[in-house]
């Protein structure tokens, strides 16, 4: 029997313990040896509630750890950037939640630490898990390939948000610690009066442009064309993107909502493929999947249940990277791919800032 991967955990807030602690738990082939908290109250309550052997004052004791082969990270935006750098450089594979960085200087020192150690990092983007959207990305390639729904032509995503914990049930524990200080490093051309906008645009919206790239196979090719977003909040509005050629728009904003309202709709000459997200925390249930042949003479709709799509999208992508540490297989969003999400962001709302500027 293979030795199981070693990991370790930085970060007890609220995504470690509902979502990314549960699920290393519930995987084979890994074994979760240690967390690391900086509020010792907190991390002592984790460490006894998920039975975890080790607990660090901090990700640098946990970094000195020679057991530990990866590790994964969740905190402020800008200071999980800082860990996967020193993570990095302890000789550790990183797994990360998103944003990859809150800027692109941020980014590109995470990319120098990558290459300089040999590790690798990948960043949380289930997205590219769910067994949905995998299908569509498939659905998409092969109507392309073959020309039979003829030329992709539009690609509208939207997203007003709702109730994205969908009542997740695992428990959380707090304490009266505050906390821990940070002090980000914010792109140099940010006004402070934009920095709450820019945040809350960059950590939502990072995946919706996130998707379009990967369903397009984009990679890097994304032009911002247009970008008009409310003065107010800086996050209300529509933001038109060229993505690998293809003419995109990201309509976003916010809404009181019960569920979850967000789509993908990629409109080819002869019809399109469309996608409706569930909230982001419910369990085992992936996006839908729904093709509609227009250019046919039966106008044929179809809905399809994708193979393997009783799994909760956050788990699959944990699987990914202890498959990936293991085996040395790619990631499916690797830090060099994800760049482009900081690069796109930074692009748009230096845009919103300047128009905002002049009016």
């Known amino acids: 029997m293979a030795t199981a991967l070693r990991m370790g955990y930085v970060g007890c807030g609220f995504m470690a313990q509902k979502v990314h602690i549960p699920n290393i738990l519930a995987l084979d082939g890994v074994e979760l040896a240690a967390i690391a908290e900086l509020r010792p109250k907190l991390g002592a309550k984790v460490q006894e509630r998920f039975r975890i052997p080790k607990l660090y004052a901090s990700h640098a004791e946990l970094a000195k750890d020679p057991t530990i082969q990866a590790v994964g990270v969740s905190g402020h935006f800008y200071a999980q950037g800082e860990i996967a750098i020193d993570l990095l450089l302890a000789g550790k594979d990183v797994f990360m939640e998103k944003p990859m960085a809150i800027s692109i200087e941020q980014a590109e020192r995470i990319l120098d630490a990558e290459r300089r150690s040999g590790k690798r990092l990948m960043v949380a983007y289930m997205k590219r898990h769910d067994a949905g959207n995998v299908l569509v990305k498939k659905l998409v390639a092969d109507?392309?390939?073959?020309?039979?729904?003829?030329?992709?032509?539009?690609?509208?995503?939207?997203?007003?948000?709702?109730?994205?914990?969908?009542?997740?049930?695992?428990?959380?524990?707090?304490?009266d610690e505050p906390y821990p200080a940070v002090q980000p490093r914010y792109p140099a051309w940010l006004p402070e009066k934009h920095v709450n906008g820019y945040l809350g645009y960059l950590q939502q919206y990072t995946h919706n442009v996130n998707l379009v790239r990967w369903l397009l196979d984009a990679g890097g090719d994304v032009k911002v064309k247009a970008v008009?977003?409310?003065?107010?909040?800086?996050?209300?509005?529509?933001?038109?993107?060229?993505v690998g050629g293809v003419q995109t728009v990201i309509e976003s904003g916010a809404v009181a909502f019960h569920g979850w309202e967000e789509h993908t709709q990629l409109y080819f000459e002869g019809g399109w493929i469309r996608t409706e997200a569930p909230p982001l925390l419910l369990r085992n249930v992936p996006a839908t999947v729904e093709v509609y042949r227009g250019n046919?003479?039966?106008?044929?709709?179809?809905?399809?249940?994708?193979?393997?799509?009783?799994?909760?999208s956050y788990k699959a992508e944990m699987r990914h990277f202890v498959e990936c540490?293991?085996?040395?297989?790619?990631?499916?969003?690797?830090?060099?791919?994800?760049?482009?999400?900081?690069r796109t962001f930074e692009a748009i709302y230096r845009r919103h800032v300047e128009a905002a500027m002049v009016t």
């Open 143 to 175: 109507a392309r390939a073959s020309g039979e729904m003829g030329k992709l032509r539009f690609v509208r995503n939207h997203g007003f948000c709702g109730d994205w914990t969908a009542g997740l049930d695992v428990p959380m524990d707090k304490t």
């Open 228 to 242: 008009e977003l409310d003065r107010e909040r800086g996050y209300f509005g529509v933001v038109v993107l060229e």
């Open 296 to 312: 046919t003479p039966a106008k044929v709709t179809t809905h399809t249940f994708p193979e393997g799509g009783r799994e909760w």
């Open 325 to 342: 540490v293991s085996t040395g297989a790619p990631f499916r969003s690797p830090a060099s791919d994800t760049i482009e999400d900081v």
